[in-house]
């Protein structure tokens, strides 16, 4: 028999409108013994089946729904049909985008909580971050084999949030040989991707299209790329044809693999600069020199790690847009990005808004910027949308 959950009345809400957590305070008592990560079933306080998910008794999210059918047993078959689903509703983006980097499962959006899946040409990297996902990573590798036989699969679970859930962080190889690098294309640009030591499973997919946004507005620009990473947003530029970009990073690591990333794509090595720096320091230190920029990207990574340090979040972000603006030439484009989940797009806004006021500059919303296709939100699981950015003229 399986372990039982059973919600205090009024606590069934969320899941009847399909939302896949179940918080601690939800559950008024539990009925058989469970393990971390076992499959429980979780009953409204009449009795009513509701739904089928992880148990996972260290979070504050102490069951994820797996299903929300009755009849549905989580098995290898399970894994597979939810994997080869979210694959199938990627391949009309990959043939319009000719990628060979995708998210093949976005989580929770794709029906599996805390299972990430991508694939970096012929690697696959996943990161199991639930006690759920943890608990059947046999079947999740079994179905990854059965859809990519031809695919390495390579694993960086090495995600604080896991210890939230009472998992020690890891990495391990599945299958195959890891490469040190893999070169993927989107757009026509060609990205190098390192797997065991990039960011998130080795590169950031989510940004694609905002890439291809930014680079619509470059030609003839002096670009600055600040938190350039490996400069994918440099690089889309000078391909649109921007005057010159510089990019500005703290990892000498990701500054390298930026220089290389124009060398593969046969761009102009002069028109470029990469500077190991503090963003928050060379903006101000631009400023001071009187140094102007024709657009400005802004992708900082992600100031808000938890609701209760969202006001000084929101004052870092207001500090880089500011500074950028004081620094855009007339007419000039400000990119910037917000990928904190918690900060909430509305307000990011009005962030902007006041960095234009103390910037003492006009500045305009021209395009409002979300996450690429393939990292897809629920309707039911808004919170699976973090990404917000604006393309903004700074007049
Ligand atoms: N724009 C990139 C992703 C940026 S990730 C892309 O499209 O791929 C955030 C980057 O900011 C990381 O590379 C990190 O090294 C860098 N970073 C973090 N804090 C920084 C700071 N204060 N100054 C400069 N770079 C910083």
């Given at each position: 028999m399986p372990s039982t959950l059973i919600l205090h009345p009024e606590r069934d809400k969320s899941l009847l409108r399909r939302h896949p957590w179940i918080f601690a305070?939800?559950?008024?008592s539990q009925k058989g013994r469970a393990r971390l990560g076992d499959t429980v079933d979780i009953l409204n306080h009449e009795g009513k089946w509701l739904a089928r998910g992880a148990w996972s008794p260290h979070s504050q999210i102490q069951a994820r729904v797996?299903?929300?059918?009755?009849?549905?047993?989580?098995?290898n078959a399970f894994f597979l049909r939810r994997i080869q689903s979210a694959w199938e509703g990627r391949q009309e983006l990959i043939a319009r985008q000719g990628l060979t980097g995708c998210r093949v499962v976005a989580a929770e959006s794709d029906g599996l909580p805390g299972v990430t899946i991508d694939k970096y040409a012929d690697l696959l990297v996943c990161q199991l971050l639930s006690a759920g996902a943890e608990k059947h990573r046999d079947k999740i590798l079994w179905a990854l084999d059965k859809l990519f036989p031809e695919c390495a699969i390579y694993e960086r679970s090495d995600v604080a949030v896991r210890q939230k859930e009472g998992l020690e962080l890891l990495v391990q190889m599945h299958k195959g040989k890891l490469p040190e690098e893999v070169i993927i294309e989107e757009n026509g640009v060609k990205i190098l991707v390192n797997p065991a030591q990039g960011h998130k499973t080795g590169f950031?997919?989510?940004?694609r299209d905002n890439r291809a946004v930014a680079a619509r507005y470059a030609k003839d620009r002096r670009v600055l790329n600040c938190f350039s990473y490996t400069g994918t947003f440099g690089s889309y530029a000078l391909a649109g044809g921007a005057r010159h970009v510089t990019n500005l990073d703290v990892s000498d690591s990701a500054l390298t693999l930026a220089r290389r990333n124009l060398q593969i794509n046969q761009l102009d090595e002069s028109r470029s600069d990469f500077i190991n720096a503090d963003v928050f320091d060379a903006l101000r230190k631009y400023h001071q020199d009187g140094q102007q920029f024709d657009q400005i990207i802004l992708d900082p990574?992600?100031?808000?790690?938890s609701k209760a340090n969202l006001t000084r979040a929101c004052r870092g972000y207001k500090d880089i847009n500011l500074y950028a603006m004081q620094i855009l030439s007339p007419g000039g484009i400000l990119c910037t990005f917000s990928c904190s989940g918690l900060m909430p797009t509305e307000l990011f806004h009005k962030v902007v808004a006041d960095a234009a006021l103390d910037a003492g500059r006009d500045v305009q919303f021209l395009e409002r910027l979300s996450q690429a296709p393939d990292h897809p939100v629920a309707s039911s699981y808004p919170e699976g949308y973090y990404l917000k950015g604006l393309v903004c003229r700074v007049l």
């Amino acid at each position: 028999m399986p372990s039982t959950l059973i919600l205090h009345p009024e606590r069934d809400k969320s899941l009847l409108r399909r939302h896949p957590w179940i918080f601690a305070s939800a559950i008024k008592s539990q009925k058989g013994r469970a393990r971390l990560g076992d499959t429980v079933d979780i009953l409204n306080h009449e009795g009513k089946w509701l739904a089928r998910g992880a148990w996972s008794p260290h979070s504050q999210i102490q069951a994820r729904v797996w299903t929300f059918k009755e009849d549905e047993v989580i098995d290898n078959a399970f894994f597979l049909r939810r994997i080869q689903s979210a694959w199938e509703g990627r391949q009309e983006l990959i043939a319009r985008q000719g990628l060979t980097g995708c998210r093949v499962v976005a989580a929770e959006s794709d029906g599996l909580p805390g299972v990430t899946i991508d694939k970096y040409a012929d690697l696959l990297v996943c990161q199991l971050l639930s006690a759920g996902a943890e608990k059947h990573r046999d079947k999740i590798l079994w179905a990854l084999d059965k859809l990519f036989p031809e695919c390495a699969i390579y694993e960086r679970s090495d995600v604080a949030v896991r210890q939230k859930e009472g998992l020690e962080l890891l990495v391990q190889m599945h299958k195959g040989k890891l490469p040190e690098e893999v070169i993927i294309e989107e757009n026509g640009v060609k990205i190098l991707v390192n797997p065991a030591q990039g960011h998130k499973t080795g590169f950031y997919l989510d940004q694609r299209d905002n890439r291809a946004v930014a680079a619509r507005y470059a030609k003839d620009r002096r670009v600055l790329n600040c938190f350039s990473y490996t400069g994918t947003f440099g690089s889309y530029a000078l391909a649109g044809g921007a005057r010159h970009v510089t990019n500005l990073d703290v990892s000498d690591s990701a500054l390298t693999l930026a220089r290389r990333n124009l060398q593969i794509n046969q761009l102009d090595e002069s028109r470029s600069d990469f500077i190991n720096a503090d963003v928050f320091d060379a903006l101000r230190k631009y400023h001071q020199d009187g140094q102007q920029f024709d657009q400005i990207i802004l992708d900082p990574p992600k100031f808000v790690e938890s609701k209760a340090n969202l006001t000084r979040a929101c004052r870092g972000y207001k500090d880089i847009n500011l500074y950028a603006m004081q620094i855009l030439s007339p007419g000039g484009i400000l990119c910037t990005f917000s990928c904190s989940g918690l900060m909430p797009t509305e307000l990011f806004h009005k962030v902007v808004a006041d960095a234009a006021l103390d910037a003492g500059r006009d500045v305009q919303f021209l395009e409002r910027l979300s996450q690429a296709p393939d990292h897809p939100v629920a309707s039911s699981y808004p919170e699976g949308y973090y990404l917000k950015g604006l393309v903004c003229r700074v007049l």
